[in-house]
C-alpha cells in the first residue's frame, strides 16, 4: 500500500507508520507478504479466480456524516456481493483508500471493522495503496474469489420456463437512504424509532449472501446481485441472457418497515423496486432445481423468494399487480449518468 504523503514515494515515515499500525494486521494470507512487497500472490490451484472492483464514493454511494466502520464494512461487502452471485468463495481483496488527512480517530474503526469483516467472510487483505485527496473521500475494493474452472455463473445462460429467485427483501436501502436524509420516509417514520433504525442499518451496512454462493453455482442458470434496483437489474439479467420475465409484485419480499410504508400509501412500490444498494441477489433457476435451490438455501440460512418465471421474448420484464394488471414503471433502477 503506497502513497498517503505522495503517490510516488514508498517510503515516506508517515505511511510506513499508518500501514504498520492500521492495514499490516489484517493481511493474513501469505500471499500478501505482510505487505512488505509491491505486490501479492494469489494460488489458483486449479481453480479460476473470479475478479470484480467497486468503489464507494463520499455524497455518492455515502453520506459524508456517516461512520467510518460502517464505511468499511459496507466497501468491502458490496464486492462480496458480486463474488457470492458469481457462485464463488471469497479469496482476498486489495484496497485502494483516498482520504483527505490520516485522522487516527477515522482510520482506528474504519480498519478494525474492515479487519472483522475480512475475517468473518475469509477474505483477507492482499494489499493495495493509500492517497491524500483535496476532494471527496474514496474507498475502492478489489476483491477476488475462487471456484472450480469454468463453472462461474453468468448473468447470461437463463432460459425461458426458469423461476426467478431473490434473496432477503428489496427496497429497504432506498428508504434507508431517505431516512438519514431526512426525506419523506423519516417523516412517515416519525413515531417508529426502531423502523427508521432498521432502514438506515440496512443502506449503511449491506449483507452479502456468501452463504448461498454454493447453491447458486449448483443450481441458478443466471444470477447478479442486486444493486441499482430489482427491476433495472432483471432487464440486464433478461437482456444478457435473451429471455423476459414477468414478475408477481406481491410476490417480491418486503420487510414489516417496506411493507407497512406502502399498505399506508406513504410510499409507492416503485420505490422499493427501482430502489438501489439492496445487494441481494437474483438468481434463474430452472424449473427442475428449483427444490434443491430452496432446500440449499434454507440449509444456509438465506431466505430466498419465488418471485415470477422467465418467458421467451425481448421486451422488458412486466411486473403484475395483485389482479394481474401491468404495472407501468417510469424508472427502473439507480443511475450514475
Not at 142 to 159: D, E, I, N, S, Y
Request: charged share 20%; aromatic share 6%.
Amino acid at each position: 500500500m503506497t502513497g498517503i504523503v505522495s503517490q510516488s514515494d514508498k517510503h515516506t515515515s508517515g505511511e510506513d507508520s499508518l500501514i504498520a499500525r492500521y492495514f499490516k494486521p489484517l493481511a493474513t494470507d501469505p500471499g500478501a507478504f505482510g505487505l512488505d512487497d509491491d505486490a501479492a500472490a494469489l494460488r489458483a490451484a486449479g481453480e479460476d479466480i473470479v475478479v470484480t472492483t467497486d468503489a464507494i464514493v463520499e455524497g455518492v454511494h455515502f453520506l459524508p456524516d456517516d461512520p467510518p466502520d460502517t464505511l468499511a464494512r459496507k466497501a468491502l461487502r458490496v464486492n462480496l456481493s458480486d463474488i457470492a452471485a458469481k457462485g464463488a468463495v471469497p479469496a482476498g481483496f486489495v484496497l485502494t483508500l483516498a482520504v483527505r488527512k490520516a485522522d487516527e480517530s477515522w482510520l482506528k474503526p474504519f480498519a478494525r471493522a474492515l479487519g472483522e469483516d475480512a475475517a468473518d467472510f475469509g477474505c483477507p487483505l492482499l494489499g493495495g495503496d493509500t492517497v491524500s485527496t483535496p476532494g471527496p473521500l474514496m474507498i475502492s475494493i478489489t476483491a477476488f474469489g475462487r471456484l472450480p474452472q469454468g463453472k462461474m455463473v453468468h448473468r447470461a445462460g437463463a432460459q425461458a420456463g426458469d423461476r426467478m429467485f431473490v434473496t432477503g427483501t428489496i427496497g429497504d436501502a432506498a428508504l434507508g437512504l431517505d431516512v438519514l436524509q431526512g426525506g419523506p420516509v423519516a417523516a412517515a417514520l416519525a413515531d417508529d424509532a426502531s423502523g427508521r433504525d432498521f432502514l438506515a442499518a440496512r443502506y449503511r451496512v449491506p449483507q452479502p449472501r456468501n452463504a448461498l454462493a454454493h447453491a447458486v453455482r449448483a443450481h441458478a442458470s443466471a444470477a447478479m446481485d442486486v444493486s441499482d434496483g430489482l427491476a433495472g437489474d432483471l432487464a440486464k439479467l433478461c437482456a444478457a441472457s435473451g429471455v423476459t420475465a414477468v414478475i408477481n409484485v406481491p410476490s417480491v419480499p418486503l420487510s414489516s418497515a417496506a411493507a407497512g410504508l406502502v399498505a399506508r400509501k406513504a410510499i409507492g412500490i416503485e420505490t422499493l423496486v427501482a430502489g438501489g444498494d439492496d445487494y441481494e441477489l437474483l438468481c434463474a433457476v430452472p424449473g427442475d432445481r428449483a427444490d434443491a435451490f430452496l432446500r440449499e438455501a434454507r440449509q444456509a440460512k438465506v431466505t430466498v423468494t419465488a418471485i415470477g418465471g422467465l418467458i421467451a421474448g425481448s421486451s422488458p420484464p412486466s411486473f403484475l399487480d395483485g389482479q394481474g394488471r401491468e404495472l407501468k414503471l417510469q424508472q427502473l433502477s439507480y443511475s450514475h449518468f
